[in-house]
Nanobody
């Protein structure tokens, strides 16, 4: 349903920008979030944005390094990740919310992409 891209291998301190595209539907009326799952850990919330892009939410530990944005004309949502740390290594997933909100609750999201792997080397 959703396609996340932009992952790769980067050194600590580097940056990556992830993109999330909706393959067969638009999510311009929905909130969108990024989650991540590190090896051996549960999936966790990263950032979310409401349908118009006017409201965002971030995991407390990531504030200031990650920025979520969207371009509804292109049906894309981005996650700019700066000053990456080895602890950021994970598969990053984007998901579309059941409504227009920027929720931090995984249960509020229903369409998921296959994820993109981000590996940060020390």
């Amino acid at each position: 349903q959703l396609q996340a891209s932009g992952g790769g291998l980067v050194q600590a301190g580097g940056s990556l920008r992830l993109s999330c595209a909706a393959a067969k539907r638009t999510f311009s009326n929905n909130g969108v979030a990024w989650f991540r799952q590190a090896p051996g850990k549960e999936r966790e919330f990263v950032a979310s944005i409401n349908w118009r892009g006017g409201a965002t939410a971030y995991a407390d530990s990531l504030k200031g390094r990650f920025t979520i944005s969207r371009d509804n004309a292109k049906n894309l949502v981005y996650l700019q990740m700066n000053d990456l740390e080895p602890e950021d290594t994970a598969v990053y997933y984007c998901s579309s919310a059941r409504g227009p909100w920027a929720s931090q609750t995984e249960g509020d999201y229903h369409y998921w992409g296959q994820g993109t792997l981000v590996t940060v080397s020390s």
